[in-house]
């Protein structure tokens, strides 16, 4: 009789310790849970919202910036003595760029006289604001953007599989100093596609240190370029219908496309787009930027919207972010 009482505390000790068990087990997914939020968890009215312009440039590129078609911007751009912002925005984030006018077809340039963009787009605003806010946990970022638009690629799915896909794409570096002065301009150049000096359609985006004097640098420079972590990351979400599709990419020789560690949602209401683009912050791909808590960095950002595809888009200046370091745009933790 003794021993069975004996066997039965045996057993119960067993029990609630299998139980507790249970319960450990269960703690630690609860904070596990917690420390990864989903996109659709994250409460964004706790999060700092920033509006970022952007502007459509028409033809400028890198080399404009640097040609006497850039005026007086020319020589600080060359010298990399002031980046955009310097002079292009003034007190009370107001813009001094002549988008509108770019945009329809009105502005030249101003040694070569001719138009800054030779295929006007009539009726179209020079400058679309995109309400931006990031936020991130242990391991994740997510990055919320809203802007006003037509929805065309939303009404039309097809439109997407023409790279009329209505969509945001965002560079970020953390390494590049001119990428924090100059942004994707840094990227964009007279003999990509749709550019003036198209070399038929064969090149894509790409950062000017890539090549030199006589075309593009040996392959153990560009390899350490990228092994030091300067390249620029690209992220792509766009819609096709009501689906958004996100595209992983960096750009350094050329853009290039690398695992896809992104996922995006979005809808379109009230003729406004909302798009949240999340990753871990270190992927461990090395075609990603790897991000972490304490960590600042630059973005910038561009829009296709209405079936206008390649370099027909509006662009941003490059604005910085931090992740619990003070910047332009304050992520918020969770
Ligand atoms: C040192 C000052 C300076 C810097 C830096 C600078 N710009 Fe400019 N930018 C100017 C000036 C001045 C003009 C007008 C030039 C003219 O038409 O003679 C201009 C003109 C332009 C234009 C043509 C439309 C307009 O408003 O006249 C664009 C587009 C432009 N800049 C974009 C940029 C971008 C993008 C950057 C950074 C990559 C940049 N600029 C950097 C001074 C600057």
Known sequence: MKTTVVNINRLTLAAAMAEMGYLLVALVCILCIS???SAAEIDWTKVETKTIKTFYPGVASWDFMREQDHGTGAAPVKTMKKGCVDCHVGENDAYDIKADEIISGAHQMS?????????????A?????????????AEQIHIRFQ????GA????PALAANEQIDRISVQFANKIQSFNNYGCYITCHNDQEGMPDDRGGKTKLYTYYSRG??????KDKLDGYKANGQFIDL????????EVKAEDMYILEDRIEDNNDLTATGSFENGVYTVVISRKLASGDAGDIALADGAAFTIGIAIHDNKNSGRKHYTSFPHAVGLGAAAEINAQKF
């Open 235 to 242: 992220w792509e979400a766009g819609f096709v219908g009501k």
């Open 125 to 137: 605003k020079g400058f679309i604001e995109v309400k931006a806010q990031v936020a991130y946990d």
């Open 153 to 156: 690629s939303v009404a039309d």
């Open 213 to 218: 004097k006589d075309g593009l640098q040996a």
């Open 35 to 37: 420390t990864a939020l």
């Open 111 to 123: 040694k070569s006289k001719t138009p800054l963009e030779p295929e006007p787009i009539a009726g």
């Open 147 to 150: 802007w006003a638009g037509s």
